[in-house]
């Protein structure tokens, strides 16, 4: 039975940095992909980036390079994300997933119960 | 990237009634093409995997087809734990995977 547990919510400054915890159990840490996704307010589902952690180079969305960085530590098997420059657009909840597969056909069948990334002064 | 659309983006429905989503990806994406149905304030469940694989644990009511860049969500008889934002997936640029805006669902 995998399960992904998240860290708590987060309020942050304008300009701050946050970074968010997926503790995962269950299944084989090092071959899946664990991907972050996040939900703004009221809105859809955006791809934010994905670590395979037994290859460890992390894969990000072209509009959030060079502000986050996701990492894995396989002996917690936990997955990191962290924002930096954060502005009030980067409010959402911030989910990680992990990716399954039947075949080449890939999905995200195990999610984090989400984490509430808040950016207010 | 490969961009998703659905509709309708929202619609309203009555217990019992067959419900039909469409969604239409950008390019030819075969079948990698995933459902999933999201509750408020919870994180989103897989559905249909593979344009129309039902997950395990999901009822037969729900069901998925299509191929290339035309698919359908049908829930063939709507159950009150039914009304939910439905979103489509493709993951056939996997890693980098586009969420459709979702469609949701609500009491007539």
């Known amino acids: 039975q995998v399960q992904l547990m998240q860290s708590g919510a987060e309020v942050k400054k304008p300009g701050s940095s946050v970074k968010v915890s997926c503790k995962t159990s269950?299944?084989?840490?090092?071959?899946?992909?664990l991907t972050w996704i996040r939900q703004a307010p009221g809105q859809g589902l955006e791809w934010v980036g994905r670590?395979?952690?037994?290859?460890?180079?992390?894969n990000y969305a072209q509009k959030f390079q060079g502000r986050v960085t996701i990492t894995a530590d396989g002996s917690s098997t936990t997955v990191y994300m962290e924002f930096s420059s954060l502005r009030s657009a980067d409010t959402a909840i911030y989910y990680c997933?992990?990716?399954?597969?039947?075949?080449?056909?890939?999905?995200?069948?195990?999610w984090g119960q989400g984490t509430l990334v808040t950016v207010s002064s | 990237d490969i961009e998703m659309t659905q509709s309708p983006s929202s619609l309203s429905a009555s217990v019992g009634d067959r419900v039909t989503i469409t969604c239409r990806a950008s390019?030819?994406?075969?079948?990698?093409l995933n459902w999933y149905q999201q509750k408020p304030g919870k994180a989103p469940t897989l559905l249909i995997f593979?344009?129309?694989s039902l997950q395990s644990g999901v009822p037969s009511r729900f069901s998925g087809s299509g191929s290339g860049t035309d698919f359908t969500l049908t829930i063939s008889s709507l159950q009150v734990e039914d009304f939910a934002t439905y979103y489509c997936?493709?993951?056939?640029?996997?890693?980098?995977?586009?969420f459709g805006p979702g469609t949701k669902v609500d009491f007539k």
């Open positions: 593979a344009a129309s």
């Open positions: 390019q030819s994406i075969d079948i990698y």
């Open positions: 997936q493709q993951s056939y640029r996997t890693p980098r995977v586009t």
């Open positions: 997933a992990r990716t399954s597969c039947s075949g080449n056909k890939c999905y995200f069948a195990n």
């Open positions: 670590i395979i952690p037994i290859a460890g180079k992390p």
């Open positions: 269950g299944g084989d840490f090092s071959t899946y992909a």
